[in-house]
């Protein structure tokens, strides 16, 4: 049996998404042992049942629990008693190392705030030698600056470089916020093989109604706008509450706000709920099992989310919308970022800025004027969204093919053609697109095959259903950067290889190809030489192929040397654009700067990661030159020219850069016509 070993402070009866995690890898299978502390968030008190000596050690759903002494947060307003809580957990945690003992196939840390809590997990994972996945819920720095505010220079370098070193450590890192693994890959440094984003989620309990008489009786005659979850200042109760108080003046006595749940702001907002004169209207549940939350889903009309305006909410979705989802009833939203975006393109809600009264009254007011097939609709598309992007089981399966793919053991992972997508960039009526789509039917081995395109037409629609490839339009005005990035997008493999509708590919490319990633260290880019057709004669051998080929040969000898690589791409671009396939780059995009060189651009970005540039010298693919080709378009207006200049500039200075670029003129011959 596979034994993974959980550490996080928080953990049952505390509710958090890694109880759901951890019990749902022991209805897996997998033995699970969790470390975590003494519950008490969010209240700020040790729950009764538990204590120093009491219930430290006890099993729940199957999941081994071991309880490590913490110091109690408090009421939330004492900022020292907040930091010796932080603090005291990875400390305790440290003396209890040594009595876990080994036999573990992975370390999950489940990172929140604050992000020394991981630190335990790194010197157990280091001493054992056990890969260690870092979940990271709070990203910091951001998490504390979000809270905390600007901070001076010192503190800023300091707390960065402290939250930097710790991601670092890990053997793969998984982002709750897609905004999180572009960082972690920008500003950290992680490679992005060693990155996934995987959304949070929340138990199956949540997508079914439980019935309650009780619940029901009271409420069953009011409309219900329900929130749940932590009360705290992140919340903006000071939003809800005057937008509230708006409403009811307005006449509108009938509707209720029904809080399930507790945190630090509890005492606070009940307070400003009593002198608004709204305790008619607002209803405290308190705090229940996460389990008895679906009994309020029943009476519930809409559901609220009114967050405080920060950079997170750039991220991705919050935790929060993702049960609303679940149980497939309509959300009023006060928020910014991703989750507005996500509740205004899907129809789910009304949503307003956040921080804004007036939007968020007119938004209550909204759903409450609402027919009830209206807002039984917008539930349906939330359920249906649910399902889709964020359904339990789906993202559990992720995390574990993670854990356990490729990630975990980089030399043993090894890639298929059902890692790989080929996606056909088609522009207009290309006389040779069927001859493209031919070719990569006929490879040896079989991968995947989308088209994508800015102009539909009949002449691709027909080619795309004669030979049952899915057609991905981009309603977007055509632009190459545009349509490349689009196309790559489509993709939902490890492995992509942008097939340009004018060339052809040799029936051992993918063949080739993974053989020679699955040798590779770290692979980041996957190319090959090539021959050209020109006027339908095909060749091998010419002054720019010869050229070309010498400058890769440094690549071919010192594939994992960004010295050699870049050194290279300082004298121009030998890299053959379609041959390419690119290795675990989800986050790539091409620059909309350019658009000749967008190419060269982006090697040169790619060229400063660690791992390995894969050549092989062999062509494997014919670069057909015609006059309608697009290439050949630019270097007649003289965009090619000036892109060139631009791209030597990044390696040398304006005068060296200007010389280069006339000698890398010739290369330009081989895209005329010679007829």
């Known amino acids: 049996m596979k034994k993974i070993l959980v550490f996080s402070q928080h953990f049952w009866p505390e509710v958090f998404r890694i109880n759901d995690i951890c019990k749902g890898l022991v209805e897996q299978g997998y033995s699970v042992d969790v470390i975590c502390g003494l519950p008490n968030y969010p209240v700020g008190k040790i729950v009764k049942g538990w204590g120093i000596f009491r219930r430290t050690k006890e099993e729940w759903e199957g999941v081994r629990i071991r309880r490590i002494w913490e110091i109690p947060r408090g009421s939330g307003k004492n900022l020292f008693r907040i930091f010796l809580n932080f603090i005291s957990w990875p400390f305790f945690c440290l003396f209890y190392l040594p009595f876990i003992g080994k036999g573990y196939d992975k370390v999950l840390m489940y990172q929140l705030t604050p992000v020394i809590m991981a630190f335990p997990a790194i010197l157990y994972a280091k001493a054992t030698k056990t890969p260690l996945f870092i979940k990271i819920l709070d990203y910091w720095p951001f998490s504390v600056f979000a809270i905390m505010g600007p901070q001076g220079k010192f503190m800023t370098k300091l707390i960065t470089k402290l939250s930097q070193w710790h991601y670092k450590k890990a053997d793969g890192v998984i982002a709750s916020f897609e905004g999180i693994q572009k960082m972690l890959i920008s500003d950290v440094g992680i490679p992005a093989e060693k990155t996934i984003y995987i959304p949070q989620t929340c138990g199956k309990h ?29 919340q903006c109760f000071d939003i809800l509450i005057p937008a509230a108080k708006k409403c009811y003046d307005a006449g509108y006595t009938d509707i209720h706000f029904v809080i399930v749940g507790d945190g630090m702001s509890r005492k606070d907002t009940e307070k400003m709920v009593l002198d608004a004169g709204l305790s008619d209207v607002f209803h405290f549940e308190g705090f229940l099992p996460v389990e008895d939350m679906p009994k309020y889903y029943g009476i519930t009309d809409a559901f609220i989310a009114c967050l405080r305006k920060s950079i997170l909410g750039d991220f ?27 509740i205004i393109s899907t129809e789910t809600g009304y ?107 009949n002449h691709i629609e027909d080619l795309a259903k004669k030979y049952s490839i899915e057609l991905r339009i981009n309603q977007n005005k055509p632009s190459i950067s545009g349509d490349w990035n689009f196309a790559y997008k489509q993709a939902d493999t490890r492995l992509i290889t942008l097939a340009h509708q004018d060339d052809v590919y040799l029936p051992n490319y993918l063949e080739t190809a993974l053989k020679a990633i699955n040798k590779a260290k770290k692979p980041i880019i996957f190319f090959s030489h090539y021959a050209e057709i020109k006027n339908n004669i095909i060749t091998y051998k010419n002054k720019l192929l010869k050229i070309k080929k010498l400058m890769l040969k440094p690549i071919k000898m010192f594939k994992k040397s960004r010295w050699i690589r870049r050194r290279v791409l300082s004298f121009g671009s030998p890299i053959c654009c379609p041959s390419v396939m690119y290795v675990d780059l989800p986050n790539l995009e091409f620059s909309e700067e350019f658009k000749c060189n967008l190419d060269w651009q982006q090697w040169e970005v790619l060229s400063k990661r660690k791992g390995s540039f894969v050549y092989s010298k062999k062509p494997l ?16 207006t003289g965009i090619r020219k000036q892109e060139d200049i631009k791209m030597f500039k990044v390696f040398w200075p304006s005068k060296i850069a200007k010389l280069l670029s006339r000698f890398y003129s010739i290369s330009e011959e081989s895209n005329k016509e010679s007829i």
Request: hydrophobic residues 35%; aromatic residues 12%.
């Open 206 to 234: 949540h997508e079914n109604y439980i019935y309650d008489e009780e619940i029901h009786n009271k409420y069953n005659d009011k409309f219900c706008i329900t929130f749940t979850g932590c009360i705290n200042p992140a």
């Open 316 to 342: 991705g979705i919050p935790a929060k919308i993702i049960p609303y989802f679940a149980a497939g009833k309509p959300v009023i939203g006060a928020l910014d970022g991703d989750a507005a975006e996500l």
């Open 351 to 457: 949503c307003g800025p956040a921080n804004d009264i007036e939007a968020l009254y007119e938004n209550i007011c909204k759903m409450y004027l609402a027919s009830k097939e209206e807002r039984e609709k917008m539930g349906e598309r939330a359920k249906t969204y649910y399902l889709k992007n964020f359904e339990h089981e789906t993202q559990q399966k992720r995390l574990i093919d993670f854990m356990y793919g490729y990630a975990s053991n980089l030399k043993g992972w090894r890639y298929t053609s059902k890692d790989h997508t080929f996606v056909v960039l088609a522009y207009e009526k290309s006389e040779y697109l069927q001859e493209c789509i031919k070719s990569l039917l006929n490879q040896t081995i079989r991968s995947n095959i989308i088209i994508s395109t800015s102009t539909p037409n």
């Open 621 to 636: 693919m014919l670069h057909r030159i015609h006059e309608e080709a697009e290439t050949t378009k630019l270097i007649r």
